[in-house]
């Protein structure tokens, strides 16, 4: 529930409405999920949740148009770049991204963290020790377990890439997670090295390209792991074969765990 909580907080989403929004969320990212007998349901549960979610966020949009807050949402109404506003559309598109975007990914990107510490105890109990090392640490986990593996992109140009044409305009699949685990980048890339310097991973993407939400993951994970570490300092896994073979979900987009039970 972190993840959901820290940017409804932000952006002015009611307290009492941040239920239902989390139930919004999680039926729009479902369709990141695979196939199977439940896909019709599936996307049809995900086009409910956009309408509903889209009518909503309308209704805040007029309110705040109306009686501005201090919240994200009144911020962007109020945005002017050369005397043009934001149109109702492009405040929706942007507040979507950001609502949905960072949901899933950083409560991901949490667990994936925790995983990856007790499968490698040795690092759990160096961090443990030395919680400074929290920030080079979170740097890590993005490498090591990105809750994002990868990005599509369309072609501008023939391309040749190691040995292969790309045509324009046709759609390429860009694997950031077996680029993070590149050994001529990242020296012994399949362990877990929480003080790893440098660490150029390409999780958050490149460029113009790179992730708005960055900061706040970043923060997100700090602070949880930071705090689980120092609240349970006993924790473990409750069921010893996730270490070699994880309940991870089913999904074409994201890399998350179904669920992690843990004892402490």
Excluded at 3 to 17: A, H, K, L, N
Excluded at 220 to 234: T, Y
Aim: proline content about 8%; hydrophobic content about 40%; charged content about 25%.
């Amino acid at each position: 529930p972190l993840p959901v909580t820290v940017i409804c907080e932000m952006v002015g989403i009611p307290s009492q409405d941040r239920i239902q929004f989390g139930h919004w969320v999680d039926d729009i990212t479902a369709t990141t999920d695979g196939s199977g007998p439940e896909r019709p349901k599936v996307a049809e549960r995900s086009q409910t949740a956009l309408v509903e979610l889209s009518r909503y966020l309308g209704e805040i949009i007029d309110q705040r148009r109306r009686k501005p807050c201090e919240d994200l949402i009144s911020a962007l109404v109020a945005v002017e770049d050369e005397g043009r506003q934001l149109s109702h559309d492009e405040l929706y598109a942007m507040l979507v991204q950001l609502l949905v975007g960072g949901h899933d990914t950083t409560t991901a990107l949490i667990g994936n963290a925790i995983l990856s510490l007790l499968r490698f105890p040795k690092e759990l109990e160096r961090l443990r020790s030395n919680p400074a090392l929290i920030g080079m640490a979170v740097e890590e986990f993005l490498r090591f377990e990105a809750p994002g593996p990868r990005n599509t992109r369309l072609a501008l140009e023939n391309l040749q890439i190691g040995g292969r044409s790309i045509q324009r305009g046709e759609t390429v699949l860009l694997m950031s997670s077996a680029a993070n685990r590149d050994p001529t980048v990242f020296p012994d890339p399949d362990r877990l090295d929480i003080s790893r310097s440098p660490n150029n991973h390409l999780t958050f993407g490149w460029g113009i390209h790179f992730c708005l939400g960055a900061p706040m993951a970043r923060l997100m994970c700090q602070i949880s792991v930071k705090e689980l570490l120092r609240r349970f300092p006993d924790i473990r896994l409750a069921e010893p074969g996730h270490v070699d073979d994880p309940p991870w979900r089913e999904s074409m987009g994201l890399r998350a765990l179904s669920n992690l039970p843990v004892v402490f």
